[in-house]
Nanobody
Framework: QVQLVESGGGLVQAGGSLRLSCATS????????MGWYRQAPGKQRELVAA???????NYADSVKGRFTISRDNAKNTVYLQMNSLKPEDTAVYYC???????WGQGTQVTVSS
């Protein structure tokens, strides 16, 4: 049974930082590319960042230079460090293996202006 448990969200002022974590089980984490996605109210879910099994990372243009995705294969966990947060980053954030359709419950990030 695949489980994805996101944590670390919260309310932060613009310019602040948060670090999201996603603990996984039920998949062979080390060989899977992992992604962080977000969905803002009234908008489609979008890919924010992805990291390959070997550590190569890619980012949406809107977060380049502000967000950093990383992974710890020993802990089966993927992280998203979010700096210089903006109100438009407000959304529910989800992690997911890129190639599979499993979703966790998400974690809410709210950035106040």
């Amino acid at each position: 049974q695949v489980q994805l448990v996101e944590s670390g969200g919260g309310l932060v002022q613009a310019g602040g930082s948060l670090r999201l974590s996603c603990a996984t089980s039920g998949i062979i984490f080390s060989i899977n590319a992992m992604g962080w996605y977000r969905q803002a109210p009234g908008k489609q879910r979008e890919l924010v960042a992805a990291i390959a099994s070997g550590g190569t990372a890619n980012y949406a243009d809107s977060v380049k230079g502000r967000f950093t995705i990383s992974r710890d294969n020993a802990k089966n966990t993927v992280y998203l460090q979010m700096n210089s947060l903006k109100p438009e980053d407000t959304a529910v954030y989800y992690c997911k293996p890129v190639l599979y359709g499993y979703w966790g419950q998400g974690t809410q990030v709210t950035v106040s202006s």
